[in-house]
């Protein structure tokens, strides 16, 4: 089945994007939920139109991305946190704790769009990395050190 998203959704695709998905996820969650619609020929030529006018818009919304990536490519930030006697954590580093010490630099990013490249969650202290989607053709890099307070 294809659908038109009618906003982003991580693993699946971009606002206005046609992709073709199981016909219970589309009928059943997607268009109830109105994340999305069937993509017809009339619901092709609205959506046409909408990117049409929105281009002008999406450009200044790209450059903006790509002016805040800038800010953030390179930066390292400290995430104080209240550390054990033998290093480990005292529950764990999250991207919410991220998204409001850049919130504190005068970076503002949803905590949604952070990703953080660990492969299990972080329970020591050190340095990790995380990716930060700003739009989606515009993505940032950030290092953060987890540090005892």
Do not use: C, W
């Not at 294809?2 to 695709?13: M, R, Y």
């Not at 450059?63 to 995430?79: M, P, Q, R, V, W």
């Not at 006697?85 to 580093?93: P, W």
């Amino acid at each position: 089945m294809e659908v038109i998203l009618k906003e982003n959704i991580k693993g699946l695709g971009y606002k206005n994007d046609t992709v073709e998905v199981k016909a219970g996820y589309g009928r059943n969650f997607l268009i109830p939920q109105g994340k999305a619609i069937v993509a017809n020929a009339q619901n092709r030529k609205m959506i046409a139109e909408n990117i049409r006018q929105a281009a002008h818009k999406a450009e200044k919304l790209k450059s903006d991305a790509e002016g805040l990536a800038g800010k953030i490519n390179g930066l390292t930030i400290a995430i104080p946190t209240k550390v054990g006697e033998n290093g480990k954590l005292f529950g764990t580093v999250t991207s919410l704790q991220i998204s409001d010490i850049l919130k504190d630099k005068g970076i503002a990013v949803d905590r949604k769009d952070i990703n953080i490249k660990v492969k299990d969650k972080i329970k020591e202290v050190g340095t990790y990395s995380a990716s930060v989607d700003l739009h989606k053709e515009v993505s940032a890099e950030l290092s953060f050190e987890v540090v005892a307070e």
